[in-house]
T-cell receptor, first 114, second 111 residues
């Protein structure tokens, strides 16, 4: 049981380039989330999904797109990277059981846009 | 969107002393209040949480209190140890699990 994994761990992009961040979970969770973390700040929600084939906008969705074609994977895309998207990106999945909930976070992807 | 304020931003304590972090929120729809610990280079890890129908919850050296009327909740760490040094985040969530985080508290426990 690997939990939540993220690929890649680190990436450098030039302004205008595109890339896709991959999040995978092997816990059969329905809910998945993408957050970004900037220095000195808490995480902010970009997009989320409540199940396979569904996506919804979070607090800071502009400049990002997502897809959830398979239950275990949640992809975050940057079509045209901007320096303002330099950040650490965290994926999470949510466990709901017996009235309890837990969000499990991945190790993060560090993205630098030059 | 909802605003979650967290204080203090940094907290230095002597080993064995207690640490208290406080958060306030504005959205009355929030019904879940987790606390996360984040170590350098890692993702946040849930350490304790509380739901809106409970006033206090304790897990060994960690406790959380919630005052829903006043819209504030607090994290208490007793008998602090060097391994408690990390950044701690409070958060609130709605029924969709969308987390709104505070800005974080850097806790430093000195031996």
């Amino acid at each position: 049981n690997a939990g939540v994994t993220q690929t890649p761990k680190f990436r450098v992009l030039k302004t205008g380039q595109s890339m896709t961040l991959l999040c995978a979970q092997d816990m059969n969770h329905e809910y998945m989330y993408w957050y970004r973390q900037d220095p000195g700040m808490g995480l902010r929600l970009i997009h989320y999904s409540v199940g396979e084939g569904t996506t919804a906008k979070g607090e800071v969705p502009d400049g990002y797109n997502v897809s959830r074609l398979k239950k275990q994977n949640f992809l975050l895309g940057l079509e045209s990277a901007a320096p303002s998207q330099t950040s650490v990106y965290f994926c999470a999945s949510r466990r709901l059981a017996g009235g309890q909930e837990t969000q499990y976070f991945g190790p993060g992807t560090r993205l630098l846009v030059l | 969107g909802e605003n979650v304020e967290q204080h203090p931003s940094t907290l230095s304590v002597q080993e064995g002393d207690s640490a208290v972090i406080k958060c306030t929120y504005s959205d009355s729809a929030s019904n879940y209040f987790p606390w996360y610990k984040q170590e350098l280079g890692k993702g946040p890890q849930l350490i304790i949480d509380i739901r809106s129908n409970v006033g206090e919850k304790k897990d060994q050296r960690i406790a959380v209190t919630l005052n829903k009327t006043a819209k504030h909740f607090s994290l208490h760490i007793t008998e602090t140890q060097p391994e408690d040094s990390a950044v701690y985040f409070c958060a609130t969530a709605d029924s969709w699990g969308k987390l709104q985080f505070g800005a974080g508290t850097q806790v430093v426990v000195t031996p």
